[in-house]
């Protein structure tokens, strides 16, 4: 159940990322948007992959890397706020679901790891 939410609530976030990335254009911002775009997308994306993972342990490391992921797009958001390209209200919307992204992320990661050692 929960890696059906994850795969959705990926999808939704990586929307709000590609809108970000379009809005972030048209302020003239085209470094910073294209890491946030990349990193923000590849969390969905990674966990698709994992989906069809080969193994436990590959769905882990797939997992892990949508994780890492994740945890990099929420450093763009702070850094796009910092730098005044996002005003605090559409950072905070995207970094609260981005955190929300991550902690599922970490659930899954955690409860493969326990089955694991089960098996």
Known sequence: MSDDIIKIKSFLFA???VNLYKTLI?????VM???????GTSVG?????AKNAES??????KMGISQKEAD???????LLQATNYLSYAEFESLNN???EVLKLIK???ISAKNNQKKT
């Open 72 to 78: 990099e797009t929420l450093y763009w958001l702070e």
């Open 97 to 99: 679901d981005g955190i």
């Open 15 to 17: 929307i709000r990322i």
């Open 56 to 61: 436990k342990p590959d769905f882990i490391h």
């Open 33 to 39: 948007s294209k890491q946030v775009l990349r990193s």
């Open 107 to 109: 659930s899954i990661i």
């Open 26 to 30: 048209s302020r003239s911002e085209y």
């Open 45 to 49: 994306a990674n966990i698709r992959e």
